[in-house]
């Protein structure tokens, strides 16, 4: 009897394994239906849904990605204010050596652009977040928001190193081949928006197939070549303003004249981005996606590497 309720037993084992490919292919399909289901409720394809079926898999979700940054954003943006008021009190506390009133205010300013550029990025963030379906405008209107939130970014940096050539001098080289990192990491952030751009667009799989024949970017491994050449191309430079500041001992000297430029300048991209990015994101009025413009996908991010060059000229020795 023993032996007998063994083969039964290994019969059932045998015939339960020889159904399982089918069962999970009816459960794939299962979920493949109710995620359309949700997605023509919601406008959303639901998280699980997303990792349970080939159809989606690999597909990054930029507004709940962007939308987490929008608090982020503005957290970093806040610790700026604490900052500015040091550096406005130290001339009256009496530290030696007194730091000159161009080094006081370009380190404020730079401070100053780190609030600003963070609080308009974090405001951007949200608005793109907000939306409820993937649609192609968002890829370009995310890039454009990055541009205030890596300014951001780069400015708190070089107020750093500003602080740093007058009081520990010796560091000031570390300093600005730090700012230098921050600029080549907002360029890639940027740049790496452009590898999923062909996942957004329409949620019907015929008609998002036949948008992207249209697109300039209409596949997943072109918009991977080209997020990786346009990183690379963009963040030259970044790496052409540190090795002439480093190797020529250049830098244009901290007046208030030159300040000015330099802030008015991160305060106009930071503006024009913002306003830009929320332009971008409105919605089509004929419904028709237009999805990411090869020129869009090169903008942000050379805007990104020229700024932090300028931000690293200025820097003092």
């Known amino acids: ?32 239906g109710q995620s359309m289901a949700a997605t023509s409720v919601t406008g959303r394809l639901p998280n699980s849904c997303l990792s349970s079926t080939r159809t989606f898999e690999g597909r990054y979700d930029l507004l709940s990605g962007v939308g987490a940054y929008a608090p982020i954003l503005a957290i970093f943006g806040s610790l700026s204010v604490p900052a500015i008021v040091l550096v406005l009190t130290v001339p009256a506390l ?44 968002l890829t370009p209107a995310a890039m454009y928001m990055a541009v205030p939130a890596m300014a951001s970014i780069v400015s708190i940096l070089g107020a750093f190193e500003v602080l740093v050539s007058h009081y520990a001098h010796t560091s000031s080289t570390l300093f600005t081949v730090i700012v230098g990192a921050g600029g080549a990491f907002g360029v890639f952030f940027a740049a790496f928006a452009v590898a999923d751009s062909p996942s957004m667009g329409p949620l019907d799989p015929g008609e998002h197939a036949a948008w992207l024949m249209d697109q300039r970017l209409h596949d997943r491994k072109q918009a991977q070549r080209w997020a990786i050449g346009i990183a690379i191309a963009t963040m030259i430079p970044i790496a052409l303003a540190v090795s002439v500041w480093w190797w020529k001992d250049a830098n244009i000297a901290p007046t208030p004249d030159h300040n000015n430029g330099l802030i008015s300048a991160g305060l106009g991209l930071t503006i024009f981005f913002t306003a830009w990015s929320e332009i971008r994101a409105t919605h089509a009025i004929d419904a028709k996606d237009k999805g990411l413009r090869l020129w869009e996908a090169i903008l942000p991010c050379f805007v990104i590497g020229i700024y932090t060059a300028l931000v690293i000229l200025f820097l003092p020795h």
Request: hydrophobic content about 50%; proline content about 5%.
């Open 1 to 32: 009897m023993d032996i007998l309720g063994t083969a039964r037993i290994t019969k059932r084992l045998l015939v339960a394994v020889r159904q399982e490919p089918a069962s999970k292919e009816s459960h794939t399909a299962d979920i493949y």
């Open 94 to 137: 009496g530290v030696d050596p007194k730091p000159s009133t161009a080094i006081i205010g370009l380190a404020t300013g730079l401070l100053v652009i780190g609030m600003f550029g963070s609080l308009l990025g974090a405001l951007a963030a949200a608005a793109i977040g907000a939306e409820r379906l993937p649609t192609a405008n």
